[in-house]
């Protein structure tokens, strides 16, 4: 068994059976960002075949990650009518969110206590290249590197249950948040890009209570103040 601070931030669900290179790791990184960025929008039809070929893996993985997805609420699975992107819920969305503020500003305070050195490289490295993505409005890259970030952040507070609530509220959440961040201006992004690097300079640095301070300022909570 993998220890949990060895994982890889796509396997958090589950152990070694979702080490990063297995395809249905990858088919299910791919899928959710897709689905996140609206390249799979809500009520779309999921098709495994049709996926498999799009992604260049396997129907294996692609229906694994499926099921996966399906138990974090990202796609629905009808027996008879297939499997379909669930919508997004706007109250369920903003519910999501709330329950975010009060849980990961605790799991920067615990990975400040907990990240290994190679955690915080993850950390660190996040959003490396960020700001020159943010100037060409490669969304899909930003989102990429924040679902990272946030990932790292969860998987270095060492503490499972939390992780997977972390990850899963987040994912739901930045559907919500990627339509909202392409009609903001640039000078916007580009202050979350910094937020987020003070955030883990915190962690970096051990500082918990600055850590937790530093995620509610990336949350946008009025509470940082």
């Not at 009518?81 to 969305?93: F, L, N």
């Not at 490669?138 to 990272?148: E, S, W």
Request: charged fraction near 25%; glycine fraction near 4%.
């Amino acid at each position: 068994m993998v220890p949990f601070h060895q994982q890889g931030f796509s396997d958090v669900r589950h152990t070694e059976d979702w080490a990063p290179d297995l395809q249905k790791s990858k088919a299910y990184e791919q899928i959710l960002l897709d689905i996140i960025l609206g390249v799979l929008p809500p009520s779309a039809r999921l098709d495994e075949l049709g996926l498999a070929k799009q992604y260049n893996l396997g129907v294996a993985g692609v229906r694994d990650a499926l099921a996966r997805l399906s138990l974090e609420g990202m796609v629905l699975r009808r027996p008879r009518s297939g499997t379909i992107v669930a919508s997004i819920d706007v109250q369920e969305v903003q519910q999501a969110y709330e329950v975010r503020c009060l849980l990961e500003p605790q799991a920067a305070l615990l990975a400040a206590q907990h990240a290994t050195r190679a955690e915080i490289d993850e950390i660190l490295t996040a959003f490396d290249g960020a700001e020159a993505a943010a100037k060409r409005r490669d969304f899909r890259a930003i989102i990429a590197m924040d679902q990272k970030f946030h990932r790292a952040v969860a998987i270095a507070s060492h503490n499972l249950s939390l992780a997977r609530i972390v990850i899963n509220l987040h994912n739901k959440a930045a559907r919500y948040w990627y339509y909202s961040m392409t009609t903001r201006p640039d000078e916007d992004r580009l202050e979350d890009i910094s937020n987020h690097r003070i955030a883990a300079k915190a962690i970096a640095k051990g500082d918990g209570p600055a850590a937790m301070k530093a995620m509610l300022v990336v949350m946008g909570s009025k509470t940082a103040d």
